[in-house]
């Protein structure tokens, strides 16, 4: 398990910032710092709600996001999801924890030094796409150019860049009311990588949008980050699109991390039912990778390979397409790293197994 996820964080940009968050608490109501040791004693959210009417965001969360990649956090409706991204950015005040870029702590930054950090450092896109109605595609992406002050010119050529890059090329003079969802949150995302920010702060940013249309933006935003390697944070209420994006998952339930790690820790090692009800019906192919099952102790001297990394299903496409029952598995160099048989993959497929 620990190759396969050493396979997955490979490829980091190396000037890549991660997010610490440590020991985060959120009670909204006028006494919520005075109310934090209750918690911290053992009070239960409606235990909060119930006896002095405040409301429990967050508890004790602890994530370290890592720097270049996806992290998801995903959890039900009132689970805290959304609160704890707009931390990230100080949206939302702490009540008591640290939210560390780097070694700077966002939770104590001067006013001016957060509004430097959101104009130069973060940029969001946001569920309901908060386009300017009066405003172009490509005068809604060149606004958060125009607030950090760069040069009109300079600004439209970057912003025509990134238009080009989701797609939109062409689309330049139209309004949103021009443009249908997925188009509009093009413009979005267009929006946010035009302000060349270290970190992306997604909020249920597909969620609006319909099936067919909310894969193809997935994989735009997959397509982009194999490229761009930005610290992402992404929020959703979807299984499936957590471990689609995810290089890392937190799963929160009432203000609480019940469990992170890889899609593939959390599929094959639930920690609890509530997460067990989550991972039931999911496609273990697309999930676990080669690396998990494969056999570190064979190589076959000649044969058919596979790289290393690979999800299960792709790893089933090729055993169907080429009748061969097993494949040595290759690192980048193209060195055998184990051995792969179509038995032990159509095994992991339909349950997990101990590795």
């Known amino acids: 398990?620990?190759?396969a996820d050493a396979f997955e964080y490979e490829g980091t940009r190396a000037d890549a910032i991660g997010i610490d968050i440590r020991g985060l608490y959120k009670i909204f109501g006028p006494d919520g710092a005075k109310l934090v040791d209750k918690v911290k004693e053992g009070m239960s959210k409606s235990e909060l709600n119930e006896k002095y009417n405040h409301v429990l965001g967050l508890k004790d969360i602890n994530i370290s996001m890592?720097?270049?990649?996806?992290?998801?956090?995903?959890?039900l409706s009132g689970s805290g999801k959304s609160t704890l991204i707009r931390h990230i950015n100080r949206l939302i005040e702490p009540t008591t924890g640290e939210v560390l870029y780097g070694d700077v702590d966002v939770c104590k930054m001067s006013m001016r030094e957060l509004r430097e950090f959101r104009r130069h450092k973060t940029a969001m896109v946001f569920?309901?796409?908060a386009l300017l109605p009066h405003r172009t595609v490509l005068k809604n992406t060149v606004y958060g150019l125009e607030i950090q002050g760069v040069a009109e010119k300079e600004a439209e050529q970057r912003a025509a860049k990134w238009i080009t890059r989701v797609g939109l090329e062409g689309y330049e003079d139209y309004y949103p009311n021009q443009l249908s969802g997925g188009m509009q949150q093009r413009v979005g995302l267009a929006r946010a990588l035009a302000n060349d920010s270290d970190i992306l702060l997604m909020d249920e940013a597909f969620s609006a949008l319909d099936p067919l249309i909310r894969m193809d933006m997935q994989s735009v935003l997959l397509d982009l980050q194999q490229e761009l390697h930005k610290t992402i944070v992404f929020i959703t209420h979807d299984l499936d699109e957590a471990l689609r994006l995810g290089d890392r998952i937190a799963i929160l339930r009432d203000g609480e991390?019940?469990?992170?790690?890889?899609?593939?820790?959390?599929?094959?090692?639930?920690?609890?039912?509530?997460?067990?009800?989550?991972?039931k019906e999911v496609n273990r192919g697309r999930v676990i990778v080669v690396d998990t099952v494969m056999d570190r102790s064979r190589r076959l001297s000649e044969g058919l390979t596979v790289p290393r990394g690979i999800r299960l299903e792709q790893a089933a496409k090729h055993f169907?397409?080429?009748g061969q029952s097993e494949v040595n598995v290759v690192d980048k160099k193209g060195m055998p790293v184990?051995?792969?048989?179509?038995?032990?993959?159509?095994?992991?497929?339909?349950?997990?197994a101990e590795h």
Do not use: C, H, N
């Open 1 to 3: 398990m620990a190759d």
């Open 66 to 75: 890592p720097a270049g990649k996806i992290q998801v956090v995903m959890g």
């Open 127 to 129: 569920q309901k796409f």
């Open 257 to 279: 991390v019940i469990q992170q790690g890889t899609g593939q820790e959390i599929v094959l090692r639930p920690q609890d039912e509530y997460i067990s009800s989550f991972v």
């Open 320 to 322: 169907a397409d080429t």
């Open 338 to 352: 184990g051995v792969l048989t179509v038995q032990d993959t159509i095994s992991a497929m339909v349950t997990p």
